[in-house]
């Protein structure tokens, strides 16, 4: 089936993808990723905007290897799931200097987010209103503010104001052999 309606506009309103792998080289990413822009680029409006997951397992595997591709590959847009950032680290990325870069570099190139609350021992809570993880959901609320602020700032300058979210929510008990990870 074509992805295109006529009109030269996709049907489909966004694509995400799981790219790369965490075992690939800064060059191959950065090869990977150039080409994987270049090409979205080429097909102008008849592929729906591609953002790239922030995910275990992938290139995009922890905000320092992903703000240092977004050095290399300005272009790269993302789709931002930080539950994953948070469980490969065990902590909630709130230094002060993984703050700066969260806010700064990384909120400016998301395009979706995965909203879904991660603690340092688990990538999905099921009561975002539990003492046990509520300094949790606090930070993926300000990051998610951050990701929101820097899309509303880039508007005022012509870029593309939208800005999408899957909600993300469920049991404890979510297993990788279930499916949801």
């Known amino acids: 089936a074509a992805l295109h309606t006529g009109g030269g506009h996709s049907p489909i309103r966004r694509v995400n993808a799981h790219s790369g792998s965490d075992a690939w080289s800064e060059a191959e ?72 870069l969260l806010t700064s570099v990384i909120a400016p190139a998301v395009d979706h987010v995965h909203a879904r609350i991660g603690t340092p021992q688990s990538p999905q809570v099921a009561d975002v209103r539990s003492s046990a993880t509520a300094h949790a959901a606090e930070r993926h609320y300000e990051w998610w503010e951050a990701v929101w602020s820097a899309r509303e700032a880039a508007s005022l300058s012509g870029r593309d104001a939208m800005l999408s979210a899957t909600i993300e929510y469920g049991p404890v008990e979510v297993r990788e052999e279930d499916g949801a990870y």
């Open 29 to 100: 990413a950065r090869d990977y990723f150039e080409a994987s822009v270049g090409a979205a680029h080429a097909f102008g409006e008849d592929l729906p905007p591609v953002s790239h997951e922030t995910h275990r397992g992938r290139y995009l595997c922890c905000p320092f290897a992903t703000a240092r591709l977004l050095e290399s590959v300005p272009t790269l847009r993302l789709t931002s799931d930080f539950s994953h950032w948070i469980v490969k680290s065990e902590r909630l990325l709130d230094s002060p200097e993984e703050e700066a």
